[in-house]
Each structure stands twice: as C-alpha cells, then as structure tokens.
C-alpha cells in the first residue's frame, strides 16, 4: 500500500520569497514520485517527476524536489516565488512498473502575496 | 496533437438520469484513467485500463462503469446520478512510463 501526505493544506509567501512545499510518502516499493500542478478551473501539469537516477530532480518553472529516503519526504521548492506560481500543487506517488493508478496527496493552495 | 481530450467540459444532471463522459487520446498510450476531484480530497481512481479489452477498479468504483472501446477512447457512464457524484472529472493515460498525462476536466453537477 502507499500513501501521502502534504503536511500543509495553504502555503502563502511573498512574490520574490523563496517556496517550500512540503511532502511524505509511504510505500512498499521503490516508488515514483511526482509533483503536479492545477492551475485554477484547468487540468493538471507535470512539474517534475523522480524516479532513481538522481535525488535532485529539476522541474519546469524553476520548481526542484529533493528525494530524501531516509526521512521519506520529497519536499518541492523555487528560489523565487512568481505571481503565476499561484496554484494547487499535488505530490503523487506511483508503485511504478505497472499501470496502476497514481496515489494523490490532497494537496496544498499556493498563495502569492504581491 | 491534442494529448488528452474530454466531452463534456460542463453537465448538470438531475438525480436519477444517467450519462456517458468521454475521452479521447491521440498519444498512442495503452494505459488510461478516471479520477475524481472533490475539494480537499486530492484525486480519487476510479477505474483504469491498462491496455484495449481491459478494466479494472480503482478505490471509489461505486455507481459507475467503464468501457474502453479502443485504444483510444475511455468512456465513463453514471447509470443512475446522485448528488454524491458531484464533482469534477479527470481522464489520464499513460505509456510505456507511468507517467499520466491529464484532460482539462468534465465539471458535473447533480441536483
């Protein structure tokens, strides 16, 4: 079974300030880990996506995550935040291998302050 | 090249009629995907496909079925509405990765 967690529902920060979004996961696999974006009544976007061939994954939009197994977390940051970053962002986990579908964690709302 | 593609974006639905969501998508995927969206719920499977000829449940199957009539096109159909499947819906699919690749969304509202 796999699950996750974002530890926190609403993240605001100030445009320019530095993103921390943070997330656990549990899993009885080598998992694969996702971010995803939703911007506002849109669908959802690929931010980045880790499998094993680096800890430090790069995503679009300046967005990184870090793989930590040893505390289970894939925490998603940005240097700088941009008023467009405004959105609700999911950490997903697949098993990986398989077709079965992704685990969502119930996300966290991404507010900008100008 | 479309990806993902999903009609209707909108439907409202009184309880008890039925409907079939459709969506399409043009990447060649085999493996394809319905979830639902309700706030503070993250997204939910439903069902999913992992190849033509194949269905199997997700965690909230309930009042609903699937059909994957080709490789691609997977159609989702509430036989019976009820004001609990208010939501909004997502179709994805994915290739040889696990990778899903999402459709802008079906908003459906039951009265």
């Known amino acids: 079974a796999q699950s996750v967690t974002q530890l926190d529902s609403h993240v605001s920060v100030s445009e320019g300030t530095p993103v921390l979004l943070r997330c656990n996961y549990s899993?009885?696999?080598?998992?694969?880990l996702f971010w995803y974006v939703q911007h506002p009544n849109k669908g959802l976007q690929l931010l980045l996506k880790y499998t094993s061939a680096a800890t430090l994954v790069k995503g679009i939009n300046g967005f990184e995550a870090e793989f930590k197994k040893s505390e289970t977390s894939f925490h998603l940051t940005k240097p700088s935040a941009h008023m467009s970053d405004a959105a609700e962002y999911f950490c997903?986990?697949?098993?990986?291998?398989?077709?079965?579908?992704?685990?969502f964690g119930k996300g966290t709302h991404l507010i900008i302050q100008p | 090249n479309a990806g993902v593609t999903q009609t209707p974006k909108f439907q409202v639905l009184k309880t008890g009629q039925s409907m079939t969501l459709q969506c399409a998508q043009d990447?060649?995927?085999?493996?394809m995907y319905w979830y639902r969206q309700d706030p503070g719920m993250g997204l939910r499977l439903i069902y999913y496909?992992?190849?033509?000829?194949?269905?199997d449940k997700g965690e909230v199957p309930n009042g609903y079925n699937v059909s994957r009539l080709n490789k691609r096109e997977f159609s989702l159909r509430l036989e019976s509405a009820a004001p609990s499947q208010t939501s909004v819906y997502f179709c994805?699919?994915?290739?040889?990765?696990?990778?899903?690749?999402f459709g802008p969304g079906t908003r459906l509202t039951v009265l």
């Open positions: 899993s009885s696999y080598s998992p694969s």
């Open positions: 997903v986990v697949s098993p990986g291998g398989g077709a079965d579908g992704l685990t």
């Open positions: 990447m060649n995927h085999n493996s």
């Open positions: 994805a699919s994915a290739g040889d990765t696990d990778t899903q690749y």
């Open positions: 496909s992992a190849s033509e000829g194949t269905t």
